[in-house]
C-alpha cells in the first residue's frame, strides 16, 4: 500500500485563479485559459511542481503544483478584478478582445501596449497570490460552470 494513501490532502496557502469574461465562446474560453496561465510559471516560479515520470521511466514537463480555478463574470467584474490584483500588486495577466485578431506574441504585445489600462477590452485575467488576496480580487465573480 502507498504511503500517499494515508496522507492529509495538501492545502495551498495561495491561489492560482482565471477569471474569464462570460460571453466568450467556448474555444475562446479554452484558448485565453491556456495562454493566461502560461505567463505564471516564468515569473512565479514556485507555482512550478516537479516533473513527471511514468513506471517507464518516460520523463513529462512539470506542471502547476496546485490546482487552477476558473471564474467566469461581466466585463465590470473583470475590470473591477484587475484594479483589484493592481492595487494588491498580484502577479497577473491580461488577454484582451484585441488579442484574438492577432497571430503572434509581438503582435499581442503590441495590441495591449496601444491601449491605455482603462481602455484595456478585457476578456480574461490570470491572478495568483494568498487566497484571501485572490478571493478578495474575485469579488463578484462566480465558479465557471
Aim: charged content about 25%; hydrophobic content about 40%; cysteine-free.
Amino acid at each position: 500500500m502507498s504511503t500517499h494513501a494515508t496522507e492529509s490532502p495538501v492545502r495551498f496557502d495561495t491561489k492560482i485563479a482565471v477569471l474569464l469574461r462570460e460571453d466568450l465562446e467556448t474555444w475562446q474560453r479554452l484558448n485565453v485559459t491556456a495562454f493566461l496561465v502560461s505567463g505564471l510559471g516564468t515569473q512565479v516560479p514556485e507555482v512550478i511542481g516537479e516533473p513527471y515520470e511514468d513506471a517507464d521511466g518516460t520523463a513529462y514537463l512539470p506542471m502547476f503544483r496546485q490546482p487552477v480555478l476558473v471564474f467566469e463574470g461581466t466585463k465590470e467584474t473583470l475590470t473591477q478584478a484587475r484594479t483589484r490584483a493592481l492595487s494588491r500588486a498580484l502577479p497577473r495577466a491580461v488577454f484582451t478582445s484585441d488579442l484574438f485578431g492577432t497571430g503572434n506574441d509581438r503582435d499581442n504585445r503590441a495590441a495591449v501596449r496601444a491601449v491605455a489600462t482603462a481602455g484595456l477590452d478585457l476578456v480574461g485575467l490570470a491572478v495568483y497570490g494568498p487566497r484571501n488576496a485572490v478571493d478578495k480580487v474575485l469579488k463578484g465573480a462566480r465558479m465557471h460552470p
